[in-house]
């Protein structure tokens, strides 16, 4: 930014030079023809000179805008890479505040916004702070009553802007949090209407979003509103002012105390001295959803990381021991403990089922061992070195993990299973697919594993959408794997298949399964418990 300031300053000084310019040639040409009776032969060099002086402002006007719109696509860049570089750093559940929806309008829609601010409020910030200081000077080199009546009148357009910021402000924050909380309402409602047209709850949700939508639809409204009446307030005060300097120049013209020249060079310059001012608070609309969506992106980056250690010789999971000694875990949304002095051992190359009533902190569990979630009390021992003191990236380049609803994108299959090590052949991909059992249904599919999938694994059912998570989770060929509810929502059919895909993965590798259903229990070396008390199976 510092570049762009400095050239926004260079610009503005240049323009307002020009301004006085071209404000002084033509006060000069007119005041020459109708007094002095010069005709076009004689009015040739200054009509040149002031083509010039059009020309350079208007060449000037157009590099200061290719400017801007260069720095704000570039700032945007920079955030939108920090704030999500941040966000995937905080990890899941670190941004209580925020949800999917918000971010993703954060990051989008919201930093969009800043177009607004650099490319016309800033530009036009450094010109108010310029044009009225050179445009000043010359009129009091030139009358100084007319002077002494812009310096009495300009401060007042930027009080009533002041005032008029502070209501726009808190207007676009309330409009912001309507938008944040649509996007959120509206993503959510998405990812779930296969469920809410099973349970018969689309339309209900559907006229949620649509009295959200109101509420935005009227908030945008409103500040509209306040935004003309605010420029009428400006444009307004700006008007009676010129007006003012006109009266002031009108009257010593007729008495003789003032000459044409001078009169023309005051009438042409007062104007523009006002101009910037009201154009600030023109442009100070535009860009306040995008300086109230800067806010927010600063409160997620001034969020601090969680402490992360720096032992980057990281033991392998599925040969050493991994202890959980009496781990508690806490959230701020929630009274009681998710997890509550949690002990277990997770033996080397076993399969470990963890079991238990919803709510008693399985998931949590794997969250934990993931080092998305740092425990309040108790601690994480990996062949006798603290979690806490591993590198994070190191640690979980030793973890496959397979969530409860696998995420699939826009791409082919192969793209979406390359997603493990983006570097792997071809081949070793549709050998990972064989493992998982997903190249039996990739096979029948038109253009095998190069078939492209719809946005979350449109057009699959369930179970091959897990068993494409489970083909990653081959392709990244890791010691320890964690499986968050692998089978539920699936039959009989798709349940076996993934359970005969997970009994190959777990061959020479750490296994740890939260599940309720038999199939996998039966698979399981072990089997813990939680619940109030911890039980261990045999």
Known sequence: MRAFLSASVAFGVAGAVLLVAQATLLADLVARTFLAGAGLA??????????????????????????????????????????????????????????????????????????????????????????????????????????????????????????????????????????????????????????????????????????VTDEYRQATLATLRLAFLSSLVLELLATLSVALVAVGIGLRLLHGALDLRTALLVLILAPEAYLPLRLVGAHYHASAEGMTAAAKVFDVLQTPLPPAGDVTAVPDPSRERIQVQRVTVTYPDRPVPALDEVTLDVLPGEILAITGPSGSGKSTLLATLLGFVRPVSGRIMVDGVPLADLDLDAWRSRIAWVPQRPHLFAGTAADNIRLARPEASDAEVAEAARQAGALEFLAALPDGLSTRLGEGGAGLSAGQRQRLALARAFLADRPLVLLDEPTSHLDADAEAGVVAAIERLAAGRTVVIVTHRPALLALADRVVRLSARQEVLP
Do not use: N
């Not at 030139?142 to 002077?147: E, G, N, P, Q, V």
């Not at 502070?166 to 993503?187: I, M, N, P, S, V």
């Open 42 to 211: 004689e009015l040739s060099g200054g009509l040149a000179t002031l083509a010039a002086v059009v020309v350079a402002r208007a060449a000037l006007a157009g590099l200061a805008e290719t400017v801007a719109h260069r720095t704000s696509g570039a700032v945007k860049a920079r955030l939108r890479q920090r704030l999500l570089a941040h966000a995937v750093a905080l990890g899941p559940g670190a941004l209580p505040g925020e949800r999917t929806g918000s971010l993703a309008t954060l990051a989008t829609r919201g930093l969009d916004a800043l177009d607004g601010y650099f490319a016309r409020y800033l530009p036009q910030l450094v010109l108010a702070c310029v044009v009225p200081l050179v445009v000043g000077a010359r009129i009091l080199a030139a009358d100084w009553i007319a002077a002494v009546t812009i310096g009495v009148t300009l401060p007042l357009i930027p009080v009533f802007m002041a005032l008029v910021g502070l209501t726009t402000q808190q207007r676009t924050a309330r409009q912001w949090r309507r938008l944040e909380l649509l996007a959120g309402h509206f993503l959510d409602m998405v990812a779930g209407l296969p469920t809410l047209k099973v349970f018969g709850r689309a339309k209900a949700q559907a006229r949620a979003i649509q009295q």
